[in-house]
């Protein structure tokens, strides 16, 4: 198995909903990311988990919070987002440390506030 | 902070005619990994360069490294409409072993 599975695919949701996003992998990769990712631009990192524990949290409002259940599974939970954290949600897994093989991202999920 | 920029951000060929897209560090790294993202897609890695002047080729990729290891560039032969999309390079700094520095990336447009 080589991919990253995210549920759900789209999700529309208002603003004063609570929600959560999923990731699973089973590539026995230790490190799993959140990205985000508005139109035209690059992927934007907001989370780094390695060993199943918080390594990175890049200045992530506090209406985001990731969640690593175990080693193959990452979820994101959302609360109270604005109409601004719409984008597309990318997770993404890698091996450990600097191993040469790229991060495989998942095909994401497409967040809309309203 | 450390940057990686990224040109041209967008690039219109003829379907045959051959692409190429360039990144600059402000710092050296560790490696560079180059993504290719299809519209209303997702990044799809590439390859990844570790090695000062590497040169490595995919069928009509060629990605080059440089000896200072802080640029790098990506060149497509003979254009094909499959190659449509955003490349992106990402560099790995030195002192970090996760977080990856984005270029901006780099739309590839085939003219009809």
């Known amino acids: 198995d080589t991919e990253v599975t995210q549920t759900p695919k789209h999700l529309v949701m208002g603003m004063t909903n609570k929600k959560s996003l999923k990731c699973e992998q089973h590539?026995?990769?230790?490190?799993m990311y959140w990205y985000k990712q508005k139109a035209k631009k690059p992927p934007e990192l907001m989370f780094v988990?390695?060993?199943?524990?918080?390594?990175i949290n890049e200045s992530v409002p506090s209406r985001f919070s990731p969640e690593c259940p175990n080693s193959s599974l990452l979820n994101l939970h959302l609360h109270a987002l604005q109409p601004e954290d719409s984008a597309l949600y990318l997770c993404?897994?890698?091996?450990?440390?600097?191993?040469?093989?790229?991060?495989?991202f998942g095909s994401g999920t497409r967040l809309t506030v309203v | 902070g450390q940057q990686v920029m990224q040109i041209p951000q967008y690039q219109h060929v003829q379907e045959g005619e051959d692409f190429t897209t360039y990144c600059n560090s402000s710092?050296?790294?560790?490696?560079i990994q180059w993504y290719k993202q299809r519209p209303g897609g997702h990044p799809v890695f590439l390859i990844q360069?570790?090695?000062s002047g590497e040169v490595k080729k995919q069928k009509r990729l060629t990605f080059q490294f440089g000896e200072a290891k802080k640029n790098s560039s990506l060149h497509i032969t003979a254009t094909q409409t499959t190659d449509v999309g955003t490349y992106f390079c990402?560099?790995?700094?030195?002192?970090?072993?996760?977080?990856?520095?984005w270029g901006a990336g780099t739309k590839l447009i085939i003219k009809p």
């Open positions: 993404a897994s890698s091996q450990e440390k600097r191993v040469g093989y790229g991060y495989t």
């Open positions: 590539m026995g990769h230790r490190a």
């Open positions: 988990y390695s060993y199943e524990k918080l390594s």
């Open positions: 710092t050296t790294l560790s490696n």
């Open positions: 360069l570790v090695k």
């Open positions: 990402a560099g790995l700094g030195r002192d970090s072993n996760y977080q990856l520095i």
